[in-house]
């Protein structure tokens, strides 16, 4: 077997990523059955008015956090759609939110024909309450505004059924 030498700062390198990955698995997130914080987000409706998740209290929600240049984020609409199609008129909704320029968000919308609600989270106060650290995040929120569960990345089945167990 050949020896292979790695210089200081390659090791420097892989101990500080290291590291700093740990620290941040170690950071307390949100977990099942804690109180969902609540959060105020801006509209992109024509004439919409910004969103709270305590003003959905007696819903599902799903909060999905998501960027239009997340292969997973966009992959998983689909799905997301076809979850609001099926759930919404027994008190479901998605708040899909994104911290990217509003006009990139409205041509992402434009684009496609999700039904579900769209938002910018401009101050990135919502990202900080949920300590969301990749995408897509997505969390589910029973009726009594208390956290169900967590997926990051796409897990369709998995979110599937915090769903339906919270319906």
């Given at each position: 077997m050949k020896n292979i030498r790695i210089s200081r700062g390659v090791q420097f390198a892989a101990f500080f990523l290291g590291t700093t990955l740990l620290a941040g698995c170690a950071e307390e997130g949100i977990s099942a059955g804690a109180i969902a914080p609540d959060f105020e987000v801006d509209s992109l409706?024509?004439?919409?008015?910004?969103?709270?998740?305590?003003?959905?209290?007696?819903?599902?929600?799903?909060?999905?956090?998501?960027?239009?240049?997340?292969?997973?984020?966009?992959?998983?609409?689909?799905?997301?759609q076809e979850m609001y199609e099926k759930y919404k008129d027994k008190g479901f909704e998605i708040v899909a939110i994104s911290d990217e320029d509003e006009g990139k968000i409205n041509e992402f919308i434009r684009n496609n024909k999700y039904r579900f609600g769209f938002y910018r989270d401009s101050f990135r106060t919502a990202y900080s309450a949920y300590k969301v650290s990749a995408l897509p995040t997505t969390f589910v929120v029973n009726r009594d505004g208390n956290i169900v569960g967590s997926v990051m990345g796409f897990s369709p089945n998995e979110l599937q059924k915090m769903v339906e167990s919270a319906l």
């Open positions: 409706a024509i004439n919409g008015k910004p969103k709270t998740l305590s003003s959905l209290k007696g819903k599902v929600v799903i909060v999905d956090f998501w960027a239009t240049w997340c292969g997973p984020c966009r992959q998983s609409f689909p799905h997301m």
